[in-house]
């Protein structure tokens, strides 16, 4: 098993910058591929962006390309989500998510999931 803990949710105005967090710990983080979905209120949860075990993949929903980037440091047990020019419908509930599809880049099969921390976008 993986504990997830995200950080770094915020209130910011539209076209300002966050990073998230997501601090893992249990099993051997790099047995996961990690992923970031979210959900915005009164809608379903959707992928955001995923990236492999290595660091060497990634995939990134078509809303949030070119503006935001995941990452992750395995020395650290943690991948981030730099988001970018952010735009009030990226307002949403933000969750870290591990899948043991550990080689690939997975926009669902997620197997152990965060809290979650809230993104707000002002306009």
């Known amino acids: 098993q993986v504990q997830l803990v995200e950080s770094g949710g915020g209130l910011v105005q539209a076209g300002g910058s966050l990073r998230l967090s997501c601090a893992a710990s249990g099993r051997t983080f790099t047995s996961y591929a990690m992923g970031w979905l979210r959900q915005a209120p009164g809608k379903e949860r959707e992928f955001v962006a995923s990236?492999?075990?290595?660091?060497?993949?990634?995939d990134y929903a078509d809303s949030v390309k070119g503006r935001f980037t995941i990452s992750r440091d395995n020395a650290k047990n943690t991948v981030y989500l730099q988001m970018n020019s952010l735009k009030p419908e990226d307002t949403a509930v933000y969750y870290c998510?591990?899948?043991?599809?550990?080689?690939?880049?997975?926009?669902?099969?997620?197997?152990?999931w965060g809290q979650g921390t809230q993104v707000t976008v002002s306009s």
């Open positions: 998510a591990a899948s043991a599809y550990r080689s690939a880049t997975p926009r669902e099969m997620y197997h152990y």
């Open positions: 990236i492999n075990w290595s660091g060497g993949s990634t």
